[in-house]
């Protein structure tokens, strides 16, 4: 049973196009994230949400639209794609007072956009 | 948070143990020490975390000097599965809602060597 579950997995689409990502969590966790992780292997931090509200939304194009319809799920909406858009985006959750435990993170799903 | 060192890299043999090594010299008194992998086309694992005292688990164990100015993950038996980019990241305990994500650097990439 899959804590952290993002669908889809692989993501070939064209330049101008809108998509979606899903994620899910099974741990009852309050808090999810959407990091990009890109051709140089460096993950950064998009979004954060927490309890369904955003908290952190860093400099991403606003293009990019996280939903959280719930604590369990928090999808990514990207309109009008570019070429550099491309890369592996990761969803994870956390309880909020995440230096108790650790974080966990979905296996990714890698965007192309060609 | 605190910022860490790492190095860019370390190679080590299969079955013998490795050392990571991680230096966060401005470590403040409530900085927990997170390590975290990620192997080849996955998401990031947790691996330990730890304020003051050593810490073992199934996968590793972490070693925090006295001064808490560094930390050494250890593996007691590399194998081939333990090739990952290894990730040292503190998280404050009092982090406000703007600060729940993890801030990744970029690593050390372990090689095993068969």
């Known amino acids: 049973d899959t804590a952290v579950s993002q669908t889809p997995k692989y993501l070939v689409t064209q330049m101008g196009n809108d998509k979606s990502i899903k994620c899910e969590q099974n741990l009852g966790h309050d808090t999810m994230y959407w990091y990009k992780q890109d051709s140089k292997k460096f993950l950064k931090i998009m979004f954060s949400?927490?309890?369904?509200?955003?908290?952190i939304n860093e400099t991403v194009p606003n293009r990019f639209s996280p939903k959280s319809p719930d604590k369990a799920h928090l999808n990514l909406h990207i309109n009008s794609l570019e070429l550099g858009d491309s890369a592996v985006y990761f969803c994870a959750s956390s309880q909020d007072r995440q230096w108790r435990s650790g974080y966990t993170f979905g296996s990714g799903t890698r965007l192309t956009v060609v | 948070d605190a910022k860490t060192t790492q190095p860019n890299s370390m190679e080590s043999n299969e079955e013998e143990p490795v050392h990571l090594p991680c230096n966060h010299s401005t470590i403040s008194g409530t900085d927990y020490i997170h390590w975290y992998r990620q192997l080849p086309s996955q998401g990031p694992e947790y691996v330990i975390h730890?304020?003051?005292s050593n810490v073992n688990n199934r996968m590793a164990s972490l070693a925090i000097a006295e001064d808490r100015k560094s930390s050494t993950l250890i593996l007691h038996r590399a194998t081939l599965r333990d090739a990952a980019v290894y990730y040292c990241?503190?998280?404050?305990?009092?982090?406000?809602?703007?600060?729940?994500?993890?801030?990744f650097g970029k690593g050390t990439k372990l090689s095993v060597i068969p």
């Open positions: 949400y927490n309890n369904k509200e955003l908290i």
């Open positions: 990241i503190l998280k404050n305990a009092y982090s406000g809602a703007g600060s729940y994500q993890l801030t």
């Open positions: 730890g304020l003051t």
